[in-house]
C-alpha cells in the first residue's frame, strides 16, 4: 500500500488499480462510476473514506452521511479497518479491498474495525445507493 500515513487513492471503481483523487488523496467506498447496461443489481460500496495510517492499516477517516456505515452508528473517524468478510486485510492492496467492500445494493457486509483503547468489534454494514444518502452541502 505505501507510505506510513499517506493519503492513498483506490476504488472509482474498485477494479481500477490507480486514482488521482484531487479531493484530498482519498478513496470512497461508496460510489459506482461504472457504465453497464447489465441488469444486475446496482452495486455500490458501504460508505466511508479511509487514508492509509502507519503499517499499511486502513483508517476511517469520514463517513458519507446516511450512507451504510453512518446508518450503524458505530463506526468513527480514527477506526482501523482489520477485516472484511472475515478476510485480513491489513497490508492489502486498496484496490482489493475496494473490491471487499464492494457488493449489490441493499447486500450485508461484515467489518472488523480496530478502535483505540476500546479494542476490535464487529459490525454489519448495509451497502447504500449514493441517492440514498446525503451528498454535498444542503441547500435550503
Known amino acids: 500500500m505505501g507510505n506510513s500515513e499517506s493519503s492513498t487513492s483506490a476504488g472509482y471503481p474498485p477494479q481500477q488499480t490507480s486514482n488521482a483523487d484531487p479531493l484530498g488523496g482519498l478513496f470512497n467506498l461508496f460510489q459506482d462510476n461504472s457504465q453497464t447496461n447489465d441488469p444486475a443489481p446496482k452495486r455500490c460500496g458501504v460508505g466511508i473514506n479511509f487514508y492509509c495510517g502507519e503499517k499499511d ?24 479497518l482489520q477485516r472484511v468478510k472475515g478476510s485480513v486485510v491489513v497490508g492489502v ?25 476500546q479494542g476490535n468489534f464487529v459490525v454489519a454494514v448495509k451497502r447504500v445507493a449514493p441517492e440514498q444518502a446525503e451528498w454535498g452541502p444542503k441547500f435550503d
Open 57 to 80: 492499516v486502513l483508517i476511517v477517516d469520514s463517513l458519507i452521511p446516511n450512507g451504510g456505515a453512518d446508518r450503524t452508528r458505530r463506526i468513527q473517524p480514527g477506526d482501523a
Open 93 to 117: 492492496p486498496m484496490d482489493q479491498v475496494a473490491a471487499m467492500l464492494w457488493g449489490a445494493e441493499g447486500s450485508v457486509v461484515q467489518l472488523e474495525f480496530y478502535r483505540h483503547g
